[in-house]
């Protein structure tokens, strides 16, 4: 059973950066398409990014391209969420996922319990 726990939120002003983790037990994850999403107050959870299992394709929101970038490293069985230039919206919840590179949470099968970024004007 695939276990995925995120970590590296936190709080920061505006314009500056965080990088998150995620890391995977139980599964093979070289073999695993990979996810973020997030959630913020009051509304659904949204796509961010996703990246293949080998890590050769990548997929972005728009709202996040050119400001996040989504890494993985197979031998340490972790996938990264580096965001950069943080605007105030971006505050949610932020979750790992694992099973699909798509665009829609129903096509993952695991995730992780999230962590909180909040990014202060």
């Known amino acids: 059973q695939v276990q995925l726990v995120e970590s590296g939120g936190g709080l920061v002003q505006a314009g500056g950066s965080l990088r998150l983790s995620c890391a995977a037990s139980?599964?093979?994850?070289?073999?695993?398409?990979m996810g973020w999403f997030r959630q913020g107050p009051g509304k659904e959870r949204d796509f961010v990014a996703s990246?293949?299992?080998?890590?050769?394709?990548?997929r972005y929101h728009s709202t996040v391209k050119g400001r996040f970038t989504i890494s993985r490293d197979n031998v340490q069985n972790t996938m990264y969420l580096q965001m950069n230039s943080l605007k105030p919206e971006d505050t949610a919840v932020y979750y790992c996922?694992?099973?699909?590179?798509?665009?829609?949470?129903?096509?993952?099968?695991?995730w992780g319990q999230g962590t909180q970024v909040t990014v202060s004007s």
């Open positions: 996922a694992a099973g699909s590179t798509a665009l829609v949470a129903g096509a993952y099968g695991s």
């Open positions: 139980g599964v093979t994850f070289s073999r695993l398409n």
């Open positions: 990246i293949r299992y080998d890590g050769d394709s990548t």
